[in-house]
């Protein structure tokens, strides 16, 4: 691959099931190609349980310290995250020209290149910090990575410095930035749990989540008629877009779009977007994305669940979106339907059954809404318009003096007219 950085990909396979592996490798190839990583080489170690030492056993790493050498690499990557003292120990033994990252590191990175607003910035500058504090010993990197503002320094790339001493002004250094940073991410939270009580109490919210590359960001723009970049990259949605849903009956619905999930991501790195994830917390229903064509596609599933679980959201209201469905044989499709009766199959990038899902939505939501009768009079031409413009008027009956209406409408909207009421309200469903 032109302009990538050759590196040895290396996978323990003590954590990752031996039927999911081909599914992980492909993975971290992804993960580190978005680095400007090219692993051209992997090699495998099976073992029982990690090494506390060196993860993977002084044997295995003298082999790929000898494959590295003769295949001239000088990155190598590991599909686990390792101790600070792992790392040191790697480091020693494979030398100091050679770079070590493991999943943790690369993750990270890619958060870092798609953090746009300033809140995500500091939130992955925080994870950033938390994780290299206790792994300086390992490997020291140029502390102009860690300024707060992230325009400064070469980030993974920056030069080791020397010796202790070095290293404990480093350490002092970054703690002191760890509780700068978490101040102003505290401030920043207290702003937005304000906008958000705000955003809830006047709109229904929906938010999509799904595993990276799920497709995602596409549906978004079908269902909102957005304009948002789509990318196959991992993490390319790193911040919450948000954009209106046009319901019947003018229901005032948000849809959000969030960072995709991936499978074994470690607590602190949730915690890292966890100010984008607040925003499924506070959601009334969500959208479960899933790649269908994927034959990991259960994988995906579990994965996004495990990370629901953790947030406390798993037990939200869901609808189980089946994406790239079109990609599949009828055989294929039949089974999977029957396994799960509930979903809904669309594709979102060729626009098909996009108003199935849309009706799925419409009656979760229609609990929210009021169909009522209302007789306005022709002398009030204003409250006429605001019906027509508004919302969804299903019947209109004229008589010399009035007209007799039949209006769809949210519940919190039915007051505005209840001197016109000729009817009791009541639920549509």
Not at 72 to 83: D, M, R, T
Not at 161 to 177: V, W
Not at 344 to 354: L, R, T, Y
Request: charged share 30%; aromatic share 8%.
């Amino acid at each position: 691959m032109n302009n990538l950085t050759k590196a040895l990909g290396i996978f323990p396979i003590f954590r990752i099931p031996q039927e999911n592996l081909d599914d992980t490798i492909e993975e971290l190839k992804t993960l580190a190609a978005t680095c400007a990583l090219d692993i051209s080489e992997i090699t495998i170690q099976k073992k029982d349980k990690p090494d506390p030492a060196t993860l993977i056993g002084s044997g295995k790493l003298k082999e790929i310290k000898d494959f590295i050498i003769s295949k001239n690499i000088s990155v190598a990557i590991f599909n686990f995250e390792l101790s600070a003292s792992q790392l040191k120990n790697l480091q020693n033994m494979l030398g100091s020209d050679i770079d070590i990252y493991d999943r943790s590191e690369l993750i990270l990175e890619i958060f870092r290149k798609n953090a746009r607003t300033q809140e995500a910035k500091l939130q992955i500058e925080l994870a950033r910090l938390q994780y290299e504090m206790p792994r300086l010993v390992g490997k020291r990197r140029g502390l102009d990575q860690f300024q707060i503002g992230m325009g400064a320094g070469t980030g993974k790339f920056a030069g080791r410095g020397p010796g202790e001493k070095q290293i404990e002004y480093d350490r002092r250094t970054i703690k002191r930035q760890i509780e700068n940073l978490q101040r102003e991410i505290d401030k920043i939270e207290s702003r937005k749990k304000i906008l958000l009580r705000k955003r809830t109490s006047e709109y229904f919210i929906i938010t999509l989540i799904g595993y990276t590359n799920a497709g995602k960001s596409t549906l978004f723009n079908r269902l909102t008629e957005s304009n948002v970049i789509t990318s196959s990259t991992p993490f390319s949605t790193l911040d919450t877009k948000s954009a209106l849903l046009k319901i019947e009956g003018n229901l005032k619905v948000f849809v959000n779009d969030t960072v995709g999930f991936i499978s074994n991501i470690p607590d602190h790195l949730i915690n890292s977007f966890l100010t984008t994830l607040e925003d499924i917390k506070q959601s009334g229903l969500l959208i479960h994305v899933t790649d269908v064509s994927s034959l990991n596609y259960e994988k995906h599933l579990d994965s996004v669940n495990q990370v629901l679980k953790k947030l406390d959201c798993f037990e939200k209201p869901t609808i189980a979106v089946f994406n790239k469905f079109d990609k599949l044989n009828n055989f294929e499709i039949n089974n999977i339907k029957r396994k799960y009766p509930n979903a809904v199959f669309i594709s979102a990038k060729n626009n098909i059954d996009i108003g199935l899902l849309k009706s799925a939505i419409f009656s979760h939501v229609s609990g929210l809404l009021a169909e009522i009768d209302l007789t306005i009079p022709f002398d009030d031409p204003k409250t006429i318009a605001e019906l027509h413009e508004k919302y969804s008027v299903k019947e209109e009956k004229s008589s010399s003096t009035n007209i007799r209406f039949k209006v769809l409408l949210p519940k919190k909207d039915s007051y505005k007219f209840e001197k016109y009421l000729t009817a009791p309200k009541r639920n549509k469903l």
